[in-house]
């Protein structure tokens, strides 16, 4: 008996030294967690922003890294002269965990497809985890915030302010997983309020094609294992395309990333969203559904009509409770995302509180677009 204690004791010590990652490495990422975070400051100060973050300091947790920081605080001199005494949005703290871990003995730059290939040997799944705790928009921007949207109606007043000045937990979840088409992607983030009304989960799961793996050697993709790195810093460059466009100096950057999308099948989207409304609601949901009634009553289009009885039921599914709940799900076809964004409605469905509302959603579209949009006058 003490002998298989002993062998027991001696395998779980193995198993745990084994499955550590060396300080060294430990440190190296810990630097470029940091230059990462500190990287986006920049985007900041262009909008009259200034962004603060502590360093992270990373340690060995397992076979994963794990990385923590005093949080951040998020000003704007728009707002305020004397920003600095007025954070627009700040949080506690931040804590980042991962697995995605390069412990090869390569120095330099490597094939990336070569980086993925290797990050799999080891391990079943990649997962990179981040939570982000008393996140909240600061106390002056929150009480102009709730002044500006004040009404006659306490009961909303009251809701507004706790849905305003709540203080709110970030967390969300990448995994990646090798199957043999190519790489399970799955997104998970939750926003939950502590003691606010909101409650909200969005999932989302997609493939990325062994083609795209092939592409990476193509446009000549490495990963600098030195700098924890990818030699074409596409982050970046998706930041750039996504919040300021007409700075992008590489436009055969761009076509390069566009490209990537041919490679990307999305399976599935879900989310969830739950709102305790005090029933302080209750008016403007009656009179949604008085609009949506009379709209029925007098219209002359029997497709349309059919449309908007389904979204009365809907708005009645969604708030028969003080609670009210959305669980949206949308499944996908087989096809990459370059072909889903030219003709949505024909690969994908759509199910709100388990009721199919794609047909509906269409519906409202085509009429909107023959009735509404000719007629609007947009002014970018």
């Known amino acids: 008996m003490k002998k298989a204690l002993l062998l027991s004791l001696f395998a779980f010590i193995f198993v745990a030294c084994s499955n550590s990652i060396e300080d060294e490495i430990v440190k190296k990422y810990e630097t470029r967690v940091n230059e990462f975070s500190n990287s986006y400051k920049e985007w900041f100060i262009k909008d009259k922003k200034e962004l603060e973050i502590s360093n992270f300091v990373c340690k060995n947790d397992s076979s994963f890294i794990l990385c923590e ?10 707002i305020f002269q004397d920003y600095k005494q007025a954070p627009l949005l700040q949080a506690n703290k931040i804590s980042l965990r991962f697995n995605e871990v390069y412990t090869g003995k390569k120095e330099g730059e490597i094939s990336y497809k070569q980086y993925i290939e290797d990050m799999f040997k080891n391990k079943k799944k990649l997962k990179h985890t981040i939570n982000i705790s008393g996140l909240k928009i600061g106390d002056e921007v929150a009480n102009l915030l709730t002044d500006s949207v004040s009404t006659g109606d306490e009961s909303l007043n009251s809701l507004l302010a706790n849905f305003i000045k709540d203080e709110y937990k970030w967390q969300g979840d990448i995994i990646m997983s090798r199957q043999n088409d190519g790489i399970k992607i799955i997104y998970d983030y939750a926003l939950i309020g502590l003691k606010g009304p909101l409650k909200a989960n969005i999932n989302s799961s997609a493939v990325f094609k062994n083609a795209g793996l092939d592409w990476f050697d193509k446009i000549n993709l490495k990963f600098n294992t030195d700098a924890i790195e990818l030699n074409d810093n596409i982050n970046l460059k998706l930041a750039t395309m996504f919040f300021s466009p007409q700075e992008v100096q590489d436009p055969q950057a761009l076509v390069s990333l566009l490209e990537s999308l041919s490679y990307i099948h999305l399976l599935d989207t879900k989310l969830n969203i739950s709102f305790d409304s005090k029933n302080a609601l209750k008016s403007y949901v009656a009179a949604i559904k008085s609009t949506i009634s009379s709209i029925i ?35 996908f076809g087989d096809v990459n ?4 964004a030219k003709d949505p409605f024909k690969y994908m469905a759509i199910t709100i509180n388990g009721k199919n509302v794609l047909n509906d959603i269409n519906t409202l579209w085509l009429f909107v677009a023959d009735n509404l949009i000719p007629y609007t006058d947009f002014d970018f």
């Open 69 to 78: 920081n005093d949080g951040f605080k998020l000003y704007s001199s728009d």
């Open 297 to 331: 009553l007098h219209g002359d289009d029997a497709r349309l009509n059919t449309s908007m009885k389904n979204i009365l039921n809907l708005v009645d599914s969604i708030t028969e409770k003080p609670v009210y709940k959305l669980n949206l799900n949308m499944v």
């Open 337 to 340: 995302l370059d072909t889903l």
